[in-house]
């Protein structure tokens, strides 16, 4: 099973790439330079600002930026805060 490195390399690069709007190019290279290490890449971008925690101005809990509707209280959030 030695192909799946490169080719986990590269759909995950592909993936990081368009996710983050990084030089697909650039992340398909790395892919196949660090295979499924990649994934690592996935986990330390995950403070991006669109992730940066922010807390629920209804019930207080903290909930990930992009969210509309609190995982914790149900409330309709408004983009934008
Ligand atoms: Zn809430």
Redesign the pocket.
Known sequence: MWWLWPVVGVAIGYLVASRFGLSIQKCVAGGLLLGPLMVAVLFLHTDSPAREPVT?S??G?GIIKLARV?P??G?ILVSGW
């Open positions: 629920c209804y019930c809990q609190c914790h209280c409330a």
